[in-house]
């Protein structure tokens, strides 16, 4: 399909034409308008980032300020992962159809819509809707923030652009943490949708300041993607469901079957209309590819042993009885290591060996989860800032290896090929941090009985020291009751929340251990073949990388 010229009619000099169609152009820019870019496409990736990382941080606030049971905020949950997961390729084909400026307006408008609902603090339907639109929001953000980047940095580090722009965006799940008990000190959830809508504002009025460069466009869209695209959504969005609602609802609920199995059917039958279409939105041969499969469950894989963190960690300082007031510090730190995973990712990335940064991660996870397996009642934060910083790190650390890796393999193909990729990493991440904390939630709850069922055979009152035990607690609370049976029943039942405490923290341990098994395992996997690869010389994206390099070299 022949191009069409740029947005107003402009004619790019031969050096200043976009890469790709729906990307912008890149002038050369003076330093101060160059300056603009970088600040802008800052604030950009960190609003994104807040749209996600206000959510998880506040669920459970939410859920008590609208009285929702736990189910109702997992659908919170659901409705923006399941439009988060896809969006990513509809706002791709929008580019290249409609441009960049028309994105850029779309965008903005998802960002507004979605904060603007939320300040009337309408209801469970309204934030269902809100939230849906967030998730649309904070994709086209992502992509926004990383154009944003591209401009205000050389030509040849702009890749570095749209890699600290994802890794900025994971910056903000921390930092929101952190700042969260800061906006709720007076128990007005209505504070962080106030921040929230004016985050936005300031985000309208950045990106109207200082417009992106215009692109070119194509004709992206065809009829059957009117078909393809909602099958995938739907399907994408019941698979979250289930993820979601399994560990809440426990899997043996029918419905959750007839979700999955629906999910199966949707998503299969998209991809093989799409296998079968003479022009696909999605190149399933390429993306059922081995080396695509394995970046995919590379990608998967990581983000499952990471999502340790945001369940096993929190879950583990709030079973010891901390709040978001005492955990301010801990998510300082976390923040600031989020920060330095993704810095440092870019300052070491080399196109030529993208698979030593993953090897690094799996390695400190490993250590990281090790180190923690020997928590119990009295871990507190500062005890964790080690173990959880490296972890953190290690989340971020391998996102720009991956991406890089990539996108190569999308770029080497050519621009049709980067839908594909999109799809594929975006399903790969969002897929995989949600199936990460339902597996070991899962995991968890079963190895609490397992703990609890031990503990309860020694919790006899025939024994003297369980017996002792109970007529100290009920002799301490004398004062404030005299019905001796009474003190005695709250006794036994203060020793029996007690054992389901230290069930519970022993239940995270094994947790922990898993995931620094499941760790130094991939990490020996893969370490072996990379071995393999240094001691042939043989670079697995050779050909790709060579590809790239003539794709540039005509361009020029």
Not at 373 to 401: C, D, E, K, W
Request: proline share 4%; aromatic share 8%; with cysteine.
């Amino acid at each position: 399909m022949a191009e069409r010229p740029a947005d107003g009619g402009y004619v790019f000099k031969p050096h200043e034409r976009p890469f790709m169609p729906g990307s912008p152009a890149s002038p050369d820019h003076p330093a101060l308008r160059k300056a603009g870019y970088l600040l802008i496409g800052v604030y950009l990736a960190l609003v994104g980032g807040f749209t996600n990382g206000l959510l998880i941080a506040n669920l459970t606030t939410l859920q008590g300020h609208m009285g929702l049971t736990p189910a109702e905020g997992g659908w919170v949950t659901v409705a923006y992962n399941m439009t988060n997961a896809c969006m990513s390729i509809l706002l791709y084909k929008s580019r290249q159809q409609f441009g960049i400026q028309r994105f850029v307006r779309a965008t903005m408008l998802a960002l507004l819509l979605a904060n603007f609902l939320q300040l009337f603090d309408a209801g469970y339907r309204l934030e269902l809707v809100a939230r849906g639109v967030s998730g649309i929001a904070a994709s086209g953000l992502s992509t926004l923030a990383a154009f944003y980047l591209m401009q205000g940095l050389p030509a040849k580090a702009r890749i570095a652009g749209f890699l600290i722009g994802i890794g900025l965006g994971q910056v903000a799940i921390p930092l929101a943490r952190a700042i969260s008990p800061l906006l709720l000190f007076d128990g007005d959830v209505a504070n962080l949708f106030v921040l929230q809508f004016a985050l936005s504002l300031v985000a309208v009025g950045l990106v109207n300041m200082l417009q992106l460069p215009p692109g070119e466009t194509i004709r992206s869209f065809e009829k059957l993607d009117l078909l393809t695209f909602p099958m995938l959504a739907v399907g994408v969005g019941l698979l979250c469901a289930f993820l979601v609602q399994g560990r809440i609802l426990w899997w043996t609920t029918p419905w959750l079957g007839a979700a999955l199995a629906a999910s199966l059917l949707l998503i299969g039958i998209a991809f093989l209309i799409e296998h079968n279409r003479a022009n696909p939105m999605l190149h399933t041969r390429w993306m059922g590819s081995r080396a695509l499969l394995k970046f995919a469950l590379t990608g998967a894989l990581v983000r499952v042993l990471t999502s340790e963190q945001n369940f096993g960690a929190t879950g583990l300082l709030s079973a010891t009885g901390m709040v978001n007031d005492q955990l301010v510090s801990y998510y300082a730190v976390l923040t600031l290591a989020t920060l330095a995973g993704a810095l440092l990712s870019i300052a070491r990335l080399d196109p030529t060996d993208l698979r030593r940064p993953i090897l690094v991660s799996l390695a400190v996870i490993a250590v990281g989860a090790f180190l923690d397996t020997h928590s119990g009642l009295r871990t507190g934060p500062m005890n964790l800032y080690f173990s959880q910083a490296a972890i953190a790190f290690a989340a971020v650390y391998f996102m720009g290896p991956m991406l890089l890796e990539g996108l190569l393999r999308a770029l080497s193909r050519g621009p049709a090929y980067m839908v594909s990729f999109l799809a594929l990493f975006s399903l790969s991440q969002t897929l995989g941090g949600l199936a990460g904390v339902a597996a070991l939630s899962a995991f968890h709850t079963i190895r609490t009985k397992a703990h609890l069922m031990v503990l309860g055979e020694s919790l006899s009152t025939s024994d003297p020291a369980v017996a002792q035990g109970i007529a100290d607690l009920a002799a301490s609370l004398t004062g404030t009751m005299t019905d001796p049976a009474l003190r005695s029943a709250l006794a036994g039942a203060q020793v029996v929340r007690e054992a389901a405490r230290e069930a519970t923290i022993l239940a995270f341990n094994d947790v922990f251990y898993v995931i620094g098994a499941a760790s130094a395992t991939a990490f020996v996997i893969m370490f072996l073949r990379w071995l393999y690869d240094r001691r042939r010389g043989h670079n697995p994206l050779a050909r790709e990388l060579e590809a790239l390099q003539k794709m540039r070299a005509g361009n020029e």
